[in-house]
Nanobody, 119 residues
Framework: QVQLVESGGGLVQAGGSLRLSCAAS????????MGWFRQAPGKEREFLAS????????VYTDSVKGRFTISRDNAKNTVYLQMNSLKPEDTAAYYC????????????WGQGTQVTVSS
């Protein structure tokens, strides 16, 4: 089992920045592929970014490329999502998730943290 706890959400004005954190426990963190997702009211959950255990092989969805940066600190069992140039359409609940390379689906999810971007 893996437990994930997100933090860092909040209210920010358009153009501002936030850094989300996701602390993991319960399994060797460096063996986990970590991802960030978001879900806005009435919309489907959207993949944002992922990063492999070594910190290599980073993937972003097009809508956040150049604005969001995923990173991880394996010594702290934490993955981050730095969000810059935020837009009102970035308003959503943000979730981190984890999976192993043997699984195609994310098996472990955090409880989410709300990000609200005002115009």
């Amino acid at each position: 089992q893996v437990q994930l706890v997100e933090s860092g959400g909040g209210l920010v004005q358009a153009g501002g920045s936030l850094r989300l954190s996701c602390a993991a426990s319960g399994r060797t963190f460096s063996m986990l592929l970590m991802g960030w997702f978001r879900q806005a009211p009435g919309k489907e959950r959207e993949f944002l970014a992922s990063i492999r255990g070594s910190g290599s092989s980073i993937v972003y969805t097009d809508s956040v490329k150049g604005r969001f940066t995923i990173s991880r600190d394996n010594a702290k069992n934490t993955v981050y999502l730095q969000m810059n140039s935020l837009k009102p359409e970035d308003t959503a609940a943000y979730y981190c998730a984890a999976r192993t390379l043997l699984n195609s689906e994310y098996l472990y999810w955090g409880q989410g943290t709300q990000v609200t971007v005002s115009s």
